[in-house]
């Protein structure tokens, strides 16, 4: 028969109300929040299957090398899933940090860009206060018209 020092149901629900670091990581991801529950419920639903096995096992009579032998296996199973969930959360915080490192260099283009901008503008800025603060040009009557023509301002445009 098999001891009760395996996996019981409570350590599936205690996996339940502990957030792994990942979610940290990728909480504001919204694909990956979605991939990291899929991942969580699988190994949750392998967990209660072995869980499930267990129980089936208590119940049978064994030699001491069965259930040995059951005991490895049941360690087996319950490593090679929680290994498989691992990997499976080290590749989508992989491609989280790659996401964020293209999304992080597109800010700082932008941001760049954005600055870039602020200084144009603020030399433009710069050149009309400049212009403005030039002292406007007084014409007199005897000086040439600023219209082109050729003739005395008092002539042409200075008539009033």
């Known amino acids: 028969m098999i001891s009760g020092d395996s996996m019981d149901i409570n350590d599936i629900d205690e996996m339940d109300e502990q957030l792994p670091e990942a979610y940290e990581a990728i909480k504001d991801v919204p694909w990956a929040v979605k991939e990291m529950i899929e991942i969580q419920k699988k190994q949750r639903d392998a967990f209660k299957k072995l869980v499930e096995r267990i129980r089936q096992l208590k119940d049978t009579s064994m030699s001491e090398e069965e259930e040995e032998e059951t005991h490895r296996q049941i360690e087996e199973e319950r490593l090679r899933i929680e290994t498989e969930s691992l990997?499976?959360?080290?590749?989508?915080?992989?491609?989280?940090?790659?996401?964020?490192?293209?999304?992080?260099?597109?800010?700082?283009k932008a941001r760049r860009e954005r600055d870039d901008l602020m200084d144009q503008l603020i030399r433009q800025n710069r050149l009309i206060k400049r212009e403005s603060l030039k002292k406007p040009v007084r014409i007199y009557p005897n000086d040439p018209c600023p219209c082109g023509s050729g003739k005395k301002y008092k002539k042409c445009c200075g008539r009033a």
């Open 87 to 108: 990997r499976e959360e080290e590749d989508l915080l992989q491609r989280v940090l790659e996401y964020k490192e293209r999304s992080f260099e597109a800010f700082e």
